[in-house]
């Protein structure tokens, strides 16, 4: 893909490795407790998620052959051909953020400039429409997107005198499905609305969180903020010894979450997570939800319950992380065995999935994917619909055979028999493959059985 990641995520990566040398103790263990699902590519080799909205449907990027493009799975489903959202004309799209009707923000090349765009909702024909820009020219970003359709993200402004013709991009909140408007422009922190500002979520109150510069002669340093419906934009960067701040996510309550670093801009000494109270500026260290095990943590995502997902260097290497009930945890040590390191977690819905990035192989191993993380309940409960998917055209005969088969093997594992579940599971993977082989099932509902049933078994 690449997403166009908040500022002080896109340093992370090479902060991680000049820090790989720091060591702390690890964070708090627990048993695996997440399935685990590679979504696969739109055809090429990488691809990368970028949120999850409350039907399971994950937004992000995908390699094919003719360029990256925008992507929105079926609910609970893996990226599939139809899944592309295409572009504006131009090579490339990315998928930033889906709400609960499946509309997704983003950015797309329209073939002269990159422009924010809002796609269709679900079951309607795929479209994208252009957003635009404040003055027709140069390029717009889309970063968030709430239920009513309103995006969020940064546009150019035109130059002028009182910005002394600096170059200016300023954050923006669309009306519901409205284009670009002289009163969408939410401006900037720096006097005049001049240099740059960008929104990167949205809630369904209206609130634009983001990050802005505040000096007019550089830019930076960047401060996270706060803009409500009808007030101006607010700094809400943390008192004390902090260089600057950037606010990627706001949830219903209002709280918000990002990363606060210490340090210079492209070479930043420490970086911490944040979690707001609602209504409050950043408050460090009582908002700080620590790290995996060196001073390096960006935040990127935050659900109505307060639970918190992104990536954090565990001292040799970036892991994402899930942050609830007060404590850090590593995903890696929540998935099971497998050879998948998942380095950032980038979405989480209400139900706990997660929407996540990671090697298939090791790390830096293999390829870049997207990946879904779903609570064990919640996937067994999705792997029982699968069953009765009419899209797998299973007979009638066949879906009762795998139902009674799968509803087998959760009484082993309400009793704690694992190991029996295991080979009940591995029963019913053996019986579609024979299937297969004897042409009873196609190849594509073949897959799609048997990898979420072995997802199951690994978790396990």
Aim: proline residues 3%; negative net charge; charged residues 10%.
């Amino acid at each position: 893909m690449r997403r166009l990641l908040p500022i002080a995520t896109s340093r992370l990566f090479a902060v991680l490795l000049v820090g790989a040398a720091l060591s702390a103790p690890a964070a708090a263990q627990s048993p695996a407790k997440y399935v685990l699902t590679d979504l696969g590519t739109l055809g090429g080799m990488h691809s990368a998620a970028n949120d999850i909205n409350n039907l399971g449907q994950v937004t992000g990027t995908s390699d094919t052959a003719s360029g990256s493009r925008a992507y929105r799975t079926a609910p609970n489903r893996v990226i599939k051909p139809a899944d592309n959202l295409g572009t504006l004309g131009g090579t490339f799209s990315t998928g930033e953020r889906i709400n609960d009707a499946g509309q997704v923000a983003g950015s797309s090349s329209n073939g002269t400039n990159t422009h924010a765009f809002r796609s269709s909702a679900n079951n309607l024909v795929i479209a994208l429409t252009d957003l635009g820009t404040f003055d027709g020219a140069f390029n717009s970003f889309g970063s968030g997107i709430d239920s009513l359709g309103r995006v969020t993200g940064s546009a150019h402004v035109a130059n002028t005198a009182a910005c002394f013709f600096i170059f200016s991009n300023s954050a923006f909140r669309t009306t519901a499905g409205g284009t670009m408007a002289t009163a969408d422009n939410l401006g900037t922190l720096v006097p005049s609305n001049c240099r740059s500002a960008q929104g990167w979520a949205i809630n369904d109150l209206g609130v634009v969180v983001g990050d802005s510069a505040t000096q007019l002669s550089t830019g930076i340093p960047n401060h996270a903020f706060r803009a409500s419906p009808g007030s101006a934009m607010v700094d809400i960067h943390p008192a004390g010894a902090y260089d600057s701040s950037i606010a990627v996510d706001v949830n219903s309550a209002g709280q918000i979450v990002g990363t606060v670093s210490v340090g210079p801009a492209f070479n930043p000494t420490a970086q911490h997570c944040y979690r707001t109270t609602t209504g409050q500026s950043i408050q460090l260290p009582a908002d700080s939800l620590g790290n995996l095990g060196a001073a390096f943590c960006n935040a990127r995502g935050v659900n109505a319950d307060g639970d918190v997902v992104g990536t954090s260097s565990t001292g040799s290497a970036p892991h994402a992380f899930i942050y609830t009930d007060g404590t850090i945890y590593d995903l890696n040590n929540l998935i099971g065995a497998t050879t998948v390191v998942l380095t950032q977690a980038t979405g989480i819905n209400d139900s706990g999935q997660i929407s996540a990035q990671g090697w298939t192989n090791g790390l830096f191993g293999g390829a870049l994917h997207s990946f879904r993380l779903d609570p064990f309940d919640l996937a067994t409960g999705n792997f029982l619909e699968l069953l009765s998917d009419a899209d797998l055209e299973l007979t009638s005969g066949q879906s009762t055979s795998l139902i009674d088969k799968f509803m087998n093997a959760l009484a082993s594992i309400e009793q704690g028999a694992n190991k029996q579940a295991i080979n009940q599971l591995s029963a019913l993977v053996n019986s579609v493959e024979s299937w297969l082989k004897s042409g009873k099932v196609g190849s594509e509902t073949a897959s799609t059985l048997i990898t979420a049933a072995n997802a199951i078994i690994a978790a396990l």
